[in-house]
């Protein structure tokens, strides 16, 4: 009896997957295909000597044409992406990362594989690394839940930063 129940339970299975089997062989293979894409923003500025051996940014000024690196690990720490972008004239970085594939959905995924360092300044009286928010060790990203939407397009966009140089001269500040 119990293995007559089984067989009818099973035939009613396979009856039913079979037409679940043939709705996908109506999918249609041609679609429009929507480019998802990862940004990393960001700014880049000169720190005031006033703020020197500090992480403030009073005072301090966008540095157009500074170079950052985005250096995305895999699971296994391994580079799995890496390039320099620079920051338009206002000291705003847009890096689209093109070329960046999350190989595992978590690992992978930008906020945990991805940071962001400063490279160069373009400026000679200000190009001094900090550490101001990670700058030199690396800084993670940070989710915003912000988009770029357009027609067949469409970017997450996460932030790092803002991130500073320093001048290599700053008149020693006076001791009370």
């Known amino acids: 009896m119990a293995s007559s129940q089984l067989v009818l339970i099973v035939s009613l299975l396979l009856a039913l997957a079979v037409p679940l089997i043939n709705a996908y062989d109506k ?58 972008f620079k920051t338009d004239e206002t000291g705003y970085l847009f890096a689209e990362l093109d070329g960046f594939k999350m190989g595992h959905s978590y690992l992978d995924h930008p906020l945990h594989s991805c940071r962001v360092k400063l490279v160069d300044s373009p400026l000679e009286n200000c190009d001094v690394f900090t550490n101001v928010n990670y700058g030199i060790t690396g800084a993670r990203l940070r989710f915003l839940d912000k988009t770029l939407k357009r027609s067949n397009y469409e970017a997450v966009i996460y932030a790092a930063g803002p991130f500073a140089f320093r001048p290599d001269h700053c008149p020693p500040k006076p001791e009370y």
Not at 55 to 68: F, N
């Open 27 to 84: 999918v249609p293979t041609k679609s429009v295909e929507k480019t998802d894409k990862v940004v990393v923003e960001g700014m880049v500025y000169c720190q005031s000597c006033d703020n020197y051996g500090s992480w403030s940014l009073s005072k301090a000024k966008p540095i157009a044409g500074a170079k950052v690196s985005v250096i995305c690990k895999n699971y296994m720490k391994r580079v799995s992406f890496y390039k320099a």
